[in-house]
Structures are given as C-alpha cells and as structure tokens.
C-alpha cells in the first residue's frame, strides 16, 4: 500500500473488525451524515440481541471508526435472510478518506468467513443501480445480479417522521465456500 499518498492509508494490520456495542451507534451516524437512520440502527442493535442481525463496524487504531456493514440473518423477506441459508448485507460504508484502499473488500470477505462459519451458504446484497462503483466491487468480489429489486421502503427518522426511499437496485448473490473445521 502506498503510504506517501495523501489520503489516509490504512495497513490492515491496524485495523480491527468487531461487533457494534450500544455505545457505537452515536459513531455510526458519522458526525451527522446519517443522524435520520438513528431509529432504525437503534432496532437493527436490538436485531443483534435477538440474533437476527449483526452489525459489523471497522475500527482503526487512531482513527476509530472507519467503516460498518450490518447483516440480517433472518427477516420477513426470505430470499434475502432466511435464518439458515441465506444471509443479506446492508449498510456497508467506509468514511470516504478511507475508500479505495481495500478497506471495503477487507470487511466484506472478514463477513463471508464469518457467515460461512455460521453455516451459511449465500450472501445476499442489494445494490442502487445509480452506483456502479459498488456494482463493480461486488462483482469483483464475486457477485453475481440474479435480478432486481424495487428498493422501495421506509422508514421513520429521528424526529419521527416517516421517510420513504425509492432507490431501483440490482440484487446480487454469492455462493459461499463451506468453511472447514480448521478455520
Ligand atoms: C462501496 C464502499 C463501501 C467500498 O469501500 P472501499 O473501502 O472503497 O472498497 P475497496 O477499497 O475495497 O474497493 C474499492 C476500489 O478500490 C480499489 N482498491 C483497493 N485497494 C486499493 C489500493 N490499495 N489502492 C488503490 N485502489 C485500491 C479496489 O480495487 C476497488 O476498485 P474498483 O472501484 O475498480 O472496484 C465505499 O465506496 C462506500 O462507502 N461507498 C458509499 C456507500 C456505498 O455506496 N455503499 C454500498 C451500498 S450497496
């Protein structure tokens, strides 16, 4: 990795990936920039307790957080999550002085290992159709759009009102390796 470039250039080696604890969640709004999904990363936490969901963050040794993907393990939509099989990643997100040196690919494969050990044997993601940077990260990682999906849904925001998000996606999936007793 380049460490004469400008931007912050992260060795691996300084970086943790963990599970959120309550005390993250004001860091997962990022100074602000996601202050609206306060409500829904708050029920996403209470996910975590039941089992249903996981949330991811990665920490850098000075920095703190710099990065976060949350996984559903089981919801309602079933060729998403289904608790067994089929896991799906959302609100995957590295702070963008930290984007395009590998952070990304880092977290996503930490979560394939972990989901594959869990016995899970696909991932399953959404991504906008406006964001062909993560499309083509997915695809290198080895995902493949099986379809797409409407990406309409909602939800109620900090001061309680009900916000609706109408963002087209491609659905992708990849087929897991099953992890071995040694891993
Ligand atoms: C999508 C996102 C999470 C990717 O995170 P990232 O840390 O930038 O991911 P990576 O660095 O692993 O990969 C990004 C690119 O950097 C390249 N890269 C990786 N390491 C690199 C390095 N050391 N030097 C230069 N480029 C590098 C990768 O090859 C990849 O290239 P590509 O754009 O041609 O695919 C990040 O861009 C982001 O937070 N975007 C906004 C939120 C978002 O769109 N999330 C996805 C929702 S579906």
Do not use: C
């Not at 060795?11 to 963990?18: A, E, G, H, M, N």
């Not at 990363?41 to 039941?50: E, G, L, V």
């Not at 996984?71 to 309602?76: C, D, E, H």
């Not at 972990?114 to 964001?131: I, M, P, W």
């Amino acid at each position: 990795m380049d460490q004469t470039a400008s931007k912050a250039t992260p060795d691996l080696d300084q970086l943790t990936i963990r599970q959120a604890t309550q005390a993250d969640l004001p860091a997962l709004e990022w100074d602000g920039a996601f202050i609206n999904y306060r409500r829904m990363y708050a029920d996403i936490y209470q996910n975590t307790k039941s089992g249903k969901a996981l949330m991811w963050v990665v920490e850098h040794l000075q920095a703190g957080i710099i990065g976060q993907a949350f996984v559903m393990l089981k919801s309602g939509e079933q060729s998403a999550a289904d608790g067994r099989q089929r896991a799906y990643v959302f609100s995957f997100r590295v702070k963008p002085a930290w984007r395009n040196q590998g952070v990304g690919a880092y977290l996503m494969r930490f979560i394939e290992a972990d989901l594959s050990q869990r016995g899970f044997q696909y991932v399953t993601l959404n991504v906008a159709k406006e964001n062909p940077g993560a499309l083509r990260l997915y695809r290198r990682l080895g995902y493949e759009v099986i379809g797409e999906h409407p990406g309409i849904w909602s939800y109620t925001d900090h001061k309680g009102r009900l916000r609706r998000v109408n963002e087209p996606a491609w659905r992708m999936a990849k087929k897991l390796n099953p992890s071995s007793q040694s891993d």
